[in-house]
């Protein structure tokens, strides 16, 4: 998930050609830990995510199995479409309404 979020984050332009001899020396863990870089991208996507995860807990209806939720009063392009479904306790599925960048 780390990889992902900074890889998008990144626009792909440089991060997995200077990634790639990093990934063949050294554990993931510590890539994500110590290396200033990748850490530095990583920290405020970190802190994003949590904030939305904060806005689903708050926002799923958990009267149903239906995982239902409205973000449209919050930017949160680009969250993690699996945190709503484990907000409740076995959904059968997951709607969400955000908005999304025009283009």
């Known amino acids: 998930m780390k990889l992902t979020m900074v890889d998008r984050a990144a626009q792909g332009l440089y991060f997995i050609p200077r990634l790639i001899p990093l990934l063949a020396t050294k554990p993931l863990g510590e ?7 990748v850490a530095a991208l990583l ?7 949590r904030g939305a995860i904060a806005v689903m807990k708050e926002r799923v209806d958990r009267k149903t199995t239906l ?3 409205m973000f449209t009063d919050h930017d ?4 993690n479409k699996f945190v709503p479904i484990i ?3 076995n959904p059968i599925y997951s709607v969400g ?3 999304a960048a025009s283009g």
């Open 97 to 99: 309404l955000r908005k």
């Open 76 to 79: 949160l392009e680009g969250y």
């Open 67 to 69: 995982c239902s939720s």
């Open 43 to 49: 920290a405020p996507l970190l802190e994003r995510h």
């Open 87 to 89: 907000c409740i306790p």
């Open 31 to 37: 890539i994500f830990g110590r290396t200033l870089w």
